[in-house]
C-alpha cells in the first residue's frame, strides 16, 4: 500500500513528514506496553518515511 506523495508541494511534504513521525513515535509507545493490534505497521510507517525524506531531499536538491 503505497501513498502517492510525488503530488504532494514540499511544504505538504515537510508537515507529512512530523505526521508520520508523531505517528511512528506513538507505535513505538505502544508496542512497549504491549498493545498494539498490527506489529506490521511499524514497518510500514518507516517505509513511508524513508519514501517522503527521499522526496523532500530531492525537492531540497532540485531533482523534483
Known amino acids: 500500500m503505497k501513498n502517492n506523495f510525488k503530488e504532494l508541494t514540499h511544504e505538504e511534504l515537510l508537515a507529512k513528514y512530523e505526521e508520520l513521525i508523531k505517528k511512528y513515535m506513538d507505535l513505538r509507545f505502544k508496542t512497549v506496553l504491549g498493545h498494539v493490534d498490527n506489529?506490521?505497521?511499524?514497518?510500514v510507517l518507516r517505509r513511508q518515511i524513508a519514501r517522503v525524506k527521499t522526496l523532500i531531499h530531492a525537492k531540497n536538491l532540485g531533482i523534483r
Open 39 to 43: 506489529p506490521l505497521e511499524k514497518r
